[in-house]
């Protein structure tokens, strides 16, 4: 699948997929030694009760394989979802990171106001987020010439790397089945979570409704709440 653009230099892919709606039908109907060989009446019906009632195990029945390019600061967060997942991700104790660092928009640079657990975000005003945005440009550079600078010094790259900031480009190879993806999903695609993050979860979600329809279609009519 080709890359999906994400923030200014991000992406994500779908490497690998064995996932369908047919897939959950069959992990439910095995329960009564029941088999469809493809989608039949009353199966899209029998999806949206095994998601209603958090039936969860016959979501889990099925793979999907993404690679995503996204600033460290944002693989922070993501990597918080464990469960039914596997992370590999480029290691800067191996290979030396590419100066690619992610400086957000004008329309999404924000301010924070408010207290712990009930901030409230604005964009900053223009003035603000041109000065913000030059000086993180300019900030990321002269890091990334140090850490090139250590390392040309022969310092070891697992080192070298601590001069480099949490806007830099990383990237990963991350499996998981449609339970947990869901689980990502909720929170991830949420208006309530940080919008980097958000921006990876909505195209996720996008490709998730392509390959089993109606199960993601049942699990957005539910609110999102995870099986």
């Known amino acids: 699948m080709k890359e999906i653009q994400v923030l200014d230099k991000g992406f994500i892919s779908l490497e690998g997929v064995l996932a369908d709606d047919l897939s959950v ?6 329960s009564f030694n029941k088999h469809h060989h493809e989608m039949e009446d009353g199966d899209d019906k029998l999806i949206g009760f095994l998601m209603t009632n958090r039936h969860g195990t ?24 464990r469960i039914g997942i596997s992370i590999n991700e480029w290691s800067a104790r191996y290979s030396e990171l590419k100066n690619e660092f992610y400086i957000p928009s004008t329309e999404n640079t924000r301010q924070q106001i408010g207290k ?13 987020s041109s000065w913000f945005q030059e000086k993180l440009e300019i900030q990321s550079q002269k890091d990334f010439q140090l850490y090139q600078e250590a390392l040309q010094h022969g310092i070891a790259k697992e080192q070298a790397r601590f001069f480099l900031p949490v806007n830099i480009y ?3 190879y991350w499996a998981c089945n449609a339970r947990s993806l869901m689980a990502f999903l909720s929170l991830r695609n949420n ?14 979600e996008s490709i998730f409704l ?3 329809p109606i199960t993601a279609t049942c699990f957005i009519a539910g609110g999102r709440i995870t099986p």
Do not use: C, D
């Not at 009930?118 to 603000?128: D, M, N, R």
């Open 210 to 212: 392509e390959h089993m």
């Open 191 to 204: 208006e309530k979570a940080m919008w980097e993050i958000r921006e990876y979860a909505k195209v996720l």
């Open 58 to 81: 016959p979501f889990e029945q099925n793979f999907f394989r993404f690679k995503v390019k996204a600033p460290i600061f944002v693989f922070r967060e993501w990597h918080r979802h």
């Open 116 to 128: 712990a657990g009930h901030y409230i975000y604005q964009t900053a005003p223009s003035i603000v």
């Open 170 to 172: 990383s990237e990963m």
């Open 25 to 30: 039908v069959n992990s439910a109907r095995v």
